[in-house]
């Protein structure tokens, strides 16, 4: 059945073919355009935090270890968060070890605050400083050129 669906729909399965014209519109000869540093800038800070927080704070800490007084919902969440990032970046104990003090950080602010918003703000506002020095540096390269040269 396999074979079946692949030979009649290869042309979809082939990822050149899928992912071809979204790379042309997304990158110019091999360099990030304008739609792909929007796209990526609003998963990363916008839409990434809201999803990973109702996940990660909203669901596991709230069906898991409800209020634990060992702090177990805290601690599978921040685990679950930590794991789950694993797979956009470095396999190694170090990454684990770093995305799951975020993951702690931000269980900790959900637990003691008890609002996913607030959590989401957090997580979105630590998100946006990974755009906040090359947009610095944008700012200020074109002050200087269009202002002070």
Not at 33 to 38: A, G
Not at 39 to 59: A, D, K, M
Request: hydrophobic share 50%; glycine share 4%; net charge positive.
């Amino acid at each position: 059945m396999v074979d079946a669906f692949q030979l009649q729909f290869h042309h979809l399965i082939d990822n050149k073919y899928i992912f071809q014209d979204l790379l042309s519109i997304l990158y110019s000869n091999g360099q990030p355009t304008f739609l792909s540093t929007v796209l990526s800038f609003s998963l990363t800070v916008v839409i990434g935090p809201i999803l990973e927080e109702l996940i990660h704070r909203g669901y596991f800490m709230n069906t898991f270890f409800p209020q634990s007084k060992y702090y177990l919902d805290v601690i599978l969440s921040a685990l679950i968060f930590g794991l789950s990032h694993l797979i956009l970046t470095h396999r190694d104990p170090i990454s684990l070890i770093i995305y799951s003090l975020g993951g702690l950080f931000y269980a900790l602010v959900y637990r003691w605050t008890k609002n996913l918003k607030i959590t989401i703000l957090c997580h979105s506002f630590f998100n946006f400083l990974i755009y906040a020095k090359p947009i610095w540096i944008f700012v200020y390269n074109y002050v200087y050129y269009h202002f002070f040269r």
